[in-house]
């Protein structure tokens, strides 16, 4: 009995620190940064678009049935869009079963790259030019930033882009192609 009365003042001793301001453990910040994950696409066809599920199914190309599920924002513009459209899907991998959705673009549905803000925050896009064609490396010559509000629209002109949150960088390295384009998350 004495070691569970000891253990409680303990364990409330430690409780009052915390709400008295006592400094929290700084183990997060003594962690190794993160390397970035790798950017991957999907690319096929729309199937459908439910509104009562927040989802997106697509056709890959390679055949499989996929279903993406987006705030109502991104459902409201994708259901702009008809079955057998065009997409594709950007993504970061986070763990080896979850993945997070940059983007989900409809290549030919404009006559140049339109980008929509479907974030839920204001944002900045980071664009420039390909080297060779790609991306990746990092892209060549000058980076332009465009600030878009939420639910704004912008138009990009440069080869490569990337978008970020105000005040924080990103390196244009995702190709931009002719077609509008739903922000869904920014990446650092």
Not at 40 to 46: A, C, D, E, R, T
């Amino acid at each position: 009995m004495r070691w569970l009365r000891s253990g409680a003042y303990s364990a409330a001793a430690v409780l009052l620190g915390f709400a008295f301001g006592a400094a929290a453990p700084r183990a997060a910040a003594q962690a190794p940064a993160e390397a970035p994950r790798p950017h991957k696409s999907v690319y096929g066809k729309l199937a459908s678009v439910d509104k009562t599920r927040n989802g997106v199914v697509m056709k890959s190309d390679s055949g499989e049935r996929l279903t993406w599920r987006f705030d109502p924002a991104v459902i409201a513009e994708a259901a702009r869009f008809k079955p057998g459209d065009p997409m594709i899907v950007i993504y970061r991998q986070v763990t080896p079963n979850q993945k997070r959705v940059t983007a989900v673009a409809f290549p030919g549905s404009a006559s140049t790259p339109i980008y929509v803000n479907t974030t839920g925050s204001r944002i900045v896009v980071r664009t420039s030019g390909a080297v060779n064609g790609e991306c990746s490396p990092p892209a060549a010559g000058p980076v332009s930033e465009v600030t878009i509000p939420s639910g704004g629209v912008a138009e990009v002109l440069e080869a490569c882009w990337c978008c970020a949150l105000p005040g924080e960088a990103c390196t244009p390295g995702n190709k931009s192609g002719l077609g509008r384009a739903l922000l869904v998350q920014c990446f650092k």
